[in-house]
């Protein structure tokens, strides 16, 4: 089942000088292809950056306070340092440089999976469902589970439900309309999305690949069945 969604965030100290220094930062950027861009609360203390690599099928957010990077597609791209996650850490790169960056605080990772299952099988799981042992409603139209808890000092929120279309925009698993993501169109299955904190004051790409592993490790540990519980 693979992961159909992506989001990396590192938080730092604010960076009260962020406004004055991140322009020079992005601006080699502006000559890839397909390259769209936003800026928020221009002329503010809270002004940041939206980049959209959309060749690349990944966004990158600058902030005062953090970077956030958003990526859909075959997650083996991204945990190759050469590919193309490379200009979100070679942007993170110069905003250590930042006269006004101190130290960073944590790594956020958030995953989603979805396992596609035939619609009378999601059925059946909504009529009789396995993983609700007291349900005094009968069927049910929707369902979801949270599990919350921590392991080698990462903090998990691991929910799971079923999927269904509405899911698509909940969780905005197609932010570049690619084809990756194509077959979730028009179908049901089951959807999990995991939220990973780990505090980290040198976030680095051998970190972030580690909290990858360990998260795709959690997804294989509660593998979904409509018939049993795992």
């Given amino acids: 089942m693979p992961i159909r969604r992506l989001q990396y965030q590192i938080d730092y100290?604010?960076?009260?000088?962020f406004r004055e220094e991140?322009?020079?930062?992005?601006?080699?950027?502006f000559g890839f292809d397909n390259l769209e861009y936003g800026i928020e609360n221009e002329n503010t203390i809270m002004e940041s950056i939206k980049l959209i690599?959309?060749?690349?099928?990944?966004?990158?957010f600058l902030r005062k306070e953090g970077m956030v990077l958003i990526y859909e597609g075959d997650v083996a791209?991204?945990?190759?340092?050469n590919g193309s996650i490379k200009i979100f850490w070679e942007l993170f790169e110069k905003v250590k440089t930042f006269k006004g960056f101190r130290k960073c605080s944590r790594q956020i990772l958030i995953?989603?999976?979805?396992?596609?299952?035939?619609?009378?099988?999601?059925?059946?799981?909504?009529?009789?469902?396995?993983?609700?042992?007291?349900?005094?409603?009968g069927k049910l139209n929707e369902f979801a589970c949270i599990y919350e808890?921590?392991?080698?000092?990462v903090k998990y929120k691991f929910e799971f439900g079923n999927f269904s279309q509405r899911d698509i925009k909940?969780?905005?698993?197609?932010?570049?309309?690619t084809k990756f993501n194509d077959d979730l169109i028009d179908n049901t299955g089951m959807i999990g999305r995991l939220e990973a904190t780990e505090i980290e004051s040198a976030p680095s790409f051998s970190k972030y690949k580690s909290l990858l592993t360990r998260s795709e490790n959690i997804f294989q540990e509660f593998k979904f069945s409509v018939n049993e519980k795992k």
């Fill in 149 to 153: 808890f921590e392991k080698d000092d």
């Fill in 170 to 177: 909940t969780h905005e698993l197609m932010p570049f309309q």
């Fill in 77 to 81: 791209d991204i945990k190759n340092q």
């Fill in 13 to 17: 100290i604010h960076i009260l000088t």
């Fill in 111 to 137: 995953t989603h999976q979805v396992d596609i299952k035939p619609k009378e099988e999601i059925s059946k799981l909504l009529e009789k469902n396995p993983y609700l042992l007291l349900n005094p409603i």
């Fill in 53 to 60: 690599f959309k060749n690349e099928q990944m966004a990158i």
């Fill in 22 to 29: 991140y322009k020079l930062a992005v601006a080699p950027y």
